[in-house]
């Protein structure tokens, strides 16, 4: 069945920022050493917890300011709490311990982790990262996580495997909206086995120096930058290796809209968004998106035998 639903994910006007008050900013990946030092600031602040701390990775700068840590926490999407953004009082029946995680499909060994376990096996790092939902907002948030390379060396995929399918926890009991019969529940999304093998592809921890909040997808959630934010799966349950490539919840109830790469491009619009700029929320200036949202430098090699393919729906 071919369900068309609006999402009640667009901005409403009084957010967006009248274009004369846009100010001219850069929106390519750079150093700037205001912004260094801004975002040093932040990590000073880092609080130690499973999960939320780590070193900072040098290598990732947003060129942006850190979006304030109160809007990067009270501006979500989660559709299993709330079709809403204002969801993150409810998410706080999420219980984020105990956790398991199921690695399974074609690895060396299938096996079911605690949580606590599995970041015992990892390495915390943290990255400032960009993070840009296809709704055209923005924000740049300090993530606490491991690289995709990490779960790769953790599960062992065979070498038949192609995808990986990530899985969110779907609990109709914490979460009201998995009541709905309207979603093909649970909320799943998924990477070619390449993409995760890519430097910048990461599963998140925490955020701010702290245990990832429950609204921002605890306690394990994927983050892949260069990627429409729906890509990046939440409360992860399961995650499955196979040849197959997944269908999304979204790309299942509505697939003109949305594909399996979904790699941001400014020059490619949504059925309902253009994507040619995205406001940063919390201070709600408007800004230039850039290709790939400025991790082309990383990520673009990925595609060049792909042009045939859907690269940015
Ligand atoms: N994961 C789950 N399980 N459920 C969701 O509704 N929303 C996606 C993504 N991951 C979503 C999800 C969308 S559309 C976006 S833009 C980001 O989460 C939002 O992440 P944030 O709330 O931490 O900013």
Do not use: A, R
């Given at each position: 069945m071919h369900i068309v639903r609006r999402r009640g994910w667009e901005i409403p006007e009084s957010r967006v920022t009248p274009e004369a008050a846009v100010i001219g900013r850069r929106t390519l990946l750079g150093t700037s050493l205001a912004l260094s030092v801004a975002n040093m600031a932040v990590a000073q602040t880092a609080e130690v917890g499973p999960g939320g701390a780590g070193p900072r990775n040098p290598k990732y700068l947003a060129g942006r300011d850190i979006t304030p840590e109160t809007a990067a926490t009270t501006y979500n999407n989660y559709y299993e709490f709330?079709?809403?953004?204002?969801?993150w009082r409810s998410a706080q029946q999420l219980k984020l311990r105990p956790w398991t995680v199921v690695i399974d499909g074609m690895v060396a060994k299938p096996q079911t982790l605690d949580i606590d376990t599995l970041l015992k096996q990892v390495k915390l790092e943290e990255r400032i990262y960009r993070h840009r939902c296809v709704e055209r907002w923005a924000m740049t948030v300090p993530w606490t996580g491991f690289p995709m390379t990490e779960l790769l060396r953790v599960a062992g995929p065979q070498p038949s495997a192609k995808y990986i399918v990530f899985e969110s926890l779907a609990d109709k009991k914490m979460m009201p909206g998995v009541r709905s019969p309207l979603y093909p529940w649970p909320y799943i999304e998924g990477v070619a086995i390449d993409e995760a093998a890519n430097d910048v592809a990461f599963l998140s921890t925490g955020m701010f120096g702290k245990p990832l909040t429950p609204q921002n997808g605890g306690p394990l959630r994927v983050t892949l930058p260069w990627k429409y934010g729906f890509k990046s799966a939440k409360a992860l349950v399961r995650i499955s290796f196979t040849d197959k490539r997944p269908v999304s919840l979204w790309e299942q109830i509505n697939p003109d809209e949305y594909g399996f790469w979904a790699n941001v491009n400014p020059g490619v619009a949504h059925p309902r968004w253009s994507q040619a700029d995205e406001t940063l929320i919390g201070d709600e200036r408007t800004v230039k998106t850039v290709i790939y949202n400025g991790y082309g430098d990383f990520v673009a090699g990925l595609y060049d035998g792909r042009k045939s393919e859907k690269l940015f729906t």
């Open positions: 709330s079709e809403g953004k204002n969801l």
